[in-house]
């Protein structure tokens, strides 16, 4: 069964600090690998995926991520955090898109 | 592109009643939709799962007879609680699937609908 673990419950910044949220899964194959964002009240925003081939993918608002398939791992980074960052992050796999399974989450709080 | 709308984005019903959330998928045509429920502080947990055309697969646990799910359209999906009881006060969310070009293949969401039953 596939699974996914987001280790920082919450992690506090400081605005302009850079930032890494982790990400791992476990799946027998090459996943698909999503990182969403959500604000209080709101849906959830795709930021970025990876499918294949590139291991650093970028996304949207300055974000990117690396996809290591010897850790398991697909890490959420930025450079400059900005206030208006701080949301909720969810981490997600799949086979493809049907079957997604999301982490719990990882609340970020960033400083001004 | 790729937008998902819900509506309505807040309700409020009482007790015994019948609620309906609808999803639309505004520039693309998803076969495949989904709809969640979430907890607060907590990640998504997953309902069911819409395919156009067909009967939605519901996630165990999840009362079929309750949370009625039709996909008449390419676009729309709606969820409808039925006899809603304050148990079933939550945020509902869907997301719809865009498998339009080779590169695409992701579910992108919409902004949720917040159900109070008093």
Redesign the interface.
Known sequence: AQSVTQPDIHITVSEGASLELRCNYSYGATP?L?W?VQSP??????LL?Y?SGDTLVQGIKGFEAEFKRSQSSFNLRKPSVHWSDAAEY?CAVGP???Q?T????TKLSVIP | GAVVSQHPSWVICKSGTSVKIECRSLDFQATTMFWYRQFPKQSLMLMATSNEGSKATYEQGVEKDKFLINHASLTLSTLTVTSAHPEDSSFYICSARDTSGPSTDTQYFGPGTRLTVL
Do not use: A, E, T
């Open positions: 698909y999503f969403y009240g709101q849906g959830l925003q795709l995926k499918f969810f493809r898109s049907y997604l999301f982490g719990k989450g």
